[in-house]
């Protein structure tokens, strides 16, 4: 149980485009959903947290306008990275945390490559 | 934002040998966990601690609550060539937004 996927696993896109970035929990509700960016070598930094049917709490310095995430129901969080650019390009981790649980559960991460 | 203390950066054992790492925090956290990723992938939980003073064992695996709440540690023993990753040390303290604090990893490489 508590099994968290991510789609895609990995995307190569052109600067200035967007991508989306899908987070499902597949045997479990879960009202709150987190999404990471992992550089190379480096530990996971938070973005935002995000609770099933509101806005989500973005992390200083982390622009809510170029990283648009959405948590429209209890087994579904996007993350869409806009008009992505090179510097963009890093491995972004979801978790979520179950309704009736505390622990938090990752996902296998997508790898983002920005051309 | 506030990053937990783990040390060495990487650490290389032989199969078959026992390995112990560290996590220190200037914070008091009220959870302490410890996570295991592999390349391309993300954080597998491998054990959580919810007490001060609790030993919590997992396998091969037996991680500690520190008395203070300010660390952790997380042995294993018998090491295998599976065991080679990254371990990260959390912690967390209770509420409704509680979020989750990393440490930077230790990559361990266990030699056959």
């Known amino acids: 149980g508590a099994v968290v996927s991510q789609h895609p696993s990995w995307v190569i896109c052109k600067s200035g485009t967007s991508v989306k970035i899908e987070c499902r929990s597949l045997?479990?509700?879960?009202?709150?959903m987190f999404w990471y960016r992992q550089f190379p070598k480096q530990s996971l930094m938070l973005m935002a947290t995000?609770?099933?049917?509101?806005?989500?709490?973005?992390e200083q310095g982390v622009e809510k306008d170029k990283f648009l995430i959405n948590h429209a129901s209890l087994t579904l969080s996007t993350l869409t990275v806009t008009s992505a650019h090179p510097e963009d390009s890093s491995f972004y981790i979801c978790?979520?945390?179950?309704?009736?649980?505390?622990?938090?559960?990752f996902g296998p991460g997508t790898r983002l490559t920005v051309l | 934002g506030q990053q937990l203390n783990q040390s060495p950066q990487s650490m290389f054992i032989q199969e078959g040998e026992d390995v112990s790492m560290n996590c220190t925090s200037s914070?008091?956290?009220?959870?302490w966990l410890w996570y295991k990723q592999d390349p391309g992938e993300g954080p597998v939980l491998l054990i959580a601690l919810y007490k001060a003073g609790e030993l919590t064992s997992n396998g091969r695996l037996t991680a500690q609550f520190g008395i203070t709440r300010k660390d952790s540690f997380l042995n294993i023993s018998a090491s295998i060539p599976s065991d080679v990753g990254i371990y990260f040390c959390a912690g967390r303290n209770t509420g409704a937004n509680s979020k989750l604090t990393f440490g930077k990893g230790i990559t361990l490489s266990v030699r056959p």
């Open positions: 914070s008091i956290f009220n959870t």
């Open positions: 045997d479990f509700q879960a009202t709150t």
């Open positions: 995000s609770n099933e049917g509101s806005k989500a709490t973005y």
């Open positions: 978790s979520a945390r179950a309704s009736s649980g505390y622990e938090q559960f």
